[in-house]
């Protein structure tokens, strides 16, 4: 199992903006789609959003699109989420997630979570 590790979680206020990190070591998912997931207290894990290997496609959940970006640096190996306006029902463990044979979008969003590499995930909370 490759380890993908999530940075930049926090406490942040509503209205507030947080950026999180995921790099892995080596560059095996350089060219392998991506994603986020979020899992709050009490809740079942909930895809967020994915991106292609190329960075060219993303793909959001209801919920966030028009708050969240993803983007990915292949030369850096980093996927990042960069999440604005953040609400209080943000607030969950987030995890980066990637596939290890897929390169569009579908690799992450259909796949079942056993056939992805998971992250350790970065807390964000955010009060109201």
């Known amino acids: 199992q490759v380890m993908l590790v999530e940075s930049g979680g926090g406490l942040v206020q509503a209205g507030d903006s947080l950026r999180l990190s995921c790099t892995s070591p080596?560059?095996?998912?350089?060219?392998?789609?991506m994603g986020w997931f979020r899992q709050a207290p009490g809740k079942e894990r909930e895809f967020v959003g994915a991106?292609?290997?190329?960075?060219?496609?993303?793909y959001y959940a209801d919920s966030v699109r028009g708050r969240f970006t993803i983007s990915r640096d292949n030369a850096k190996n980093t996927v990042d989420l960069q999440m604005n306006n953040l609400k209080p029902e943000d607030t969950a463990v987030y995890y980066c997630a990637a596939s290890p044979t897929g390169e569009a979008i579908a690799a992450i969003v259909q796949a079942p979570p056993q056939n992805l590499n998971w992250g350790q995930g970065t807390q964000v909370t955010v009060s109201s």
């Open positions: 991106i292609n290997w190329s960075g060219y496609n993303t």
């Open positions: 080596g560059r095996i998912f350089t060219t392998k789609a």
